[in-house]
């Protein structure tokens, strides 16, 4: 396996490591050398194979037999071949996930006393000693803040939480790091031409994404690459091997999910049950493209999103970040997160799966919060409105009726979006847009303040699906019109002036100091205004 035949064998070899690496070189260069040291980090980053370097070095005699202790060890002298064939009797490792007892410390704590017998040191390898129990550590503890001279100790864990402060705070402390994909791509390149495997460059990309910073993760991904390409390692084997094929499909429903009709979602969704997917996992794969597009959405370069990704993926995760901001994708978050449970404890996971996938479709162009309290305040209940209308309303080809005859004007043009089921997008209009040209096919307009950036295109997305056909709907930084509520606003209000100046109105508001008009409303079934007072003092 290449994680074996390739594993370091001195500390500069270690990949990504420089911190630790810089700082027991200096330690062994002014023989100031911790009696216990303690290597915590992930699986996969070095902590074993760091452990057996140190112990080589602290044993090491060199080619001529003389050498002392070096962090660089020769890798020939009796010593140094004895602990790469681990049959050194001096390097006692001991696996401390099985061996968790008291009485397992103690028979290791009996033979420390003695010499070594073959060797500079007796190094003691205790690996995942985070399981050790309270007694055992309890056993340990005395041996470790006063060894004897010719004892050390390496401690290698996971979890270093779980390791008691009185036992860190006796050993020199050092973290192996995530290893960044840029350093493991270069690292699985030079294996690869090592041992005269041809790799396409993204393949390697696609591995060490999915490594998630181990390099043994890494290796044994290549391995297994080599293996499925028979001996030539390519971007859509590794794609099929880790299973980025059926990503595609998985955000094609993404996709349906926040933008496209309830429909649709469900012939996603069908379409993965058939290949076999599970709910669940659907679900928390939606959840993982969710997280990703948020932090796309937050600028986070797409080669450090520390996900399995090609570049076809990333370019689409990245077109619907333009579309979707940050609230929307927190709150599809929040729905997801809510399903899994729902999936979880239904009679039929499937049904649930389907109902969390239309609850997220018919959400999608629903505001968020902040938004939706602006729209409120300055259009009442048009704005509240206009959140009903845009998730009950189906689009026209969707009910197969036949495309609009464009409107004459722009208040037609708005009145029409809102009858047929585009109430967000005709208040976004009404309170947004200040009107600088209008023809049928061509609207041009001022946004004001607050408007989404993808208004236009929300629009012409719109308009050619109501027309069926293209229209031009651009902006501009001219004076515009005011908008269609501005100018309702005037209209009652000029209304409201010839009501009060009315004979009958006028007698009515001198009858009740300190009262006014406050608005005006059309008597349904009349055509016929009638004044609504309200007495405000």
């Known amino acids: 396996m290449l994680a074996r035949a390739h594993r370091p064998q001195r500390l500069s070899e270690l990949v990504g490591q420089d911190a630790l690496v810089r700082t027991v070189t200096n330690a062994f260069r002014t023989g100031r050398i911790a009696h216990a040291f303690l290597l915590s980090g992930i699986r996969g980053v070095g902590k074993t194979t760091t452990a057996r370097i140190l112990a080589k070095g602290l044993n090491c005699t060199g080619p001529d037999g003389r050498g002392g202790p070096t962090p660089e060890p020769c890798g020939?002298?009796?010593?140094?071949?004895?602990?790469?064939?681990?049959?050194?009797?001096?390097?006692?490792?001991?696996?401390?996930?099985?061996?968790?007892?008291?009485?397992?410390?103690?028979?290791?704590?009996?033979?420390?006393?003695?010499?070594?017998?073959?060797?500079?040191?007796?190094?003691?390898?205790?690996?995942?000693?985070?399981?050790?129990?309270?007694?055992?550590?309890?056993?340990?503890?005395?041996?470790?803040?006063?060894?004897?001279?010719?004892a050390k100790f390496i401690f290698a864990t996971t979890e270093v939480r779980k390791v008691p402060l009185t036992v860190l705070s006796r050993c020199q402390r050092f973290e192996l790091r995530r290893v960044d994909a840029e350093r493991l791509v270069a690292h699985l390149a030079e294996i690869c031409r090592k041992e005269g495997i041809a790799a396409e460059a993204e393949a390697l990309s696609l591995l060490a994404a999915a490594a998630e910073g181990s390099?043994?993760?890494?290796?044994?991904?290549?391995?297994?690459?080599?293996?499925?390409?028979?001996?030539?390692?390519?971007?859509?084997?590794v794609r099929e091997m880790l299973g980025l094929a059926d990503r595609g499909r998985i955000l094609d429903l993404f996709e349906a999910a926040l933008s496209g009709p309830p429909g649709r979602v469900l012939d996603r969704f069908a379409e993965l049950w058939a290949l076999g997917a599970e709910p669940r996992m659907v679900l928390g794969d939606l959840l993982h493209l969710v997280h990703l597009a948020s932090r796309l959405a937050v600028g986070v370069d797409p080669a450090r999103l520390g996900a399995p990704l090609d570049s076809r993926t990333t370019a689409r995760l990245q077109a619907l970040v333009r579309e979707r901001d940050l609230p929307r994708l927190a709150r599809a978050w929040q729905i997801l997160l809510k399903g899994l449970e729902e999936v979880k404890n239904a009679p039929s996971p499937v049904a649930a799966a389907e109902m969390v996938l239309l609850r997220l479709a018919c959400v999608a162009d629903v505001p968020p919060p902040g938004e939706l309290a602006?729209?409120?305040?300055?259009?009442?209940?048009?704005?509240?409105?206009?959140?009903?209308?845009?998730?009950?309303?189906?689009?026209?080809?969707?009910?197969?009726?036949?495309?609009?005859?464009?409107?004459?004007?722009?208040?037609?043009?708005?009145?029409?979006?809102?009858?047929?089921?585009?109430?967000?997008?005709?208040?976004?209009?009404?309170?947004?847009?200040?009107?600088?040209?209008?023809?049928?096919?061509?609207?041009?307009?001022?946004?004001v303040g607050g408007m989404p950036e993808d208004l236009p295109r929300r629009l012409a997305r719109a308009l050619e699906r109501l027309f069926g056909r293209s229209w031009t709907v651009e902006t501009c930084p001219e004076a515009g019109a005011p908008t269609l509520a501005e100018q309702e606003a005037a209209r009652k209000a000029k209304r409201m002036e010839e009501l009060a100046r009315a004979p009958d109105i006028r007698e009515l508001l001198e009858l009740f100091p300190g009262a006014r008009i406050v608005e005006v409303r059309t008597a349904p079934g009349t055509g016929e205004a009638v004044d609504n007072r309200g007495a405000q003092r």
């Open 76 to 150: 020939v002298c009796p010593s140094c071949v004895a602990i790469a064939e681990q049959r050194a009797l001096d390097v006692i490792e001991m696996d401390a996930a099985s061996q968790t007892g008291k009485d397992d410390v103690l028979a290791l704590v009996q033979g420390i006393q003695l010499a070594p017998v073959a060797a500079r040191y007796k190094v003691y390898i205790l690996d995942e000693v985070h399981m050790l129990s309270e007694k055992a550590w309890n056993a340990l503890l005395k041996t470790v803040e006063e060894p004897p001279p010719h």
């Open 215 to 237: 390099v043994r993760d890494a290796l044994s991904l290549l391995d297994q690459a080599i293996a499925i390409g028979e001996g030539r390692v390519t971007a859509d084997a």
């Open 374 to 447: 602006r729209l409120l305040r300055a259009g009442g209940d048009r704005a509240a409105g206009s959140v009903r209308g845009t998730v009950a309303v189906a689009a026209p080809e969707a009910a197969g009726a036949s495309p609009e005859p464009p409107p004459a004007d722009f208040a037609e043009l708005v009145a029409l979006l809102r009858a047929r089921g585009e109430a967000l997008l005709a208040a976004w209009l009404a309170e947004g847009a200040r009107l600088v040209s209008y023809a049928p096919g061509r609207v041009l307009f001022r946004p």
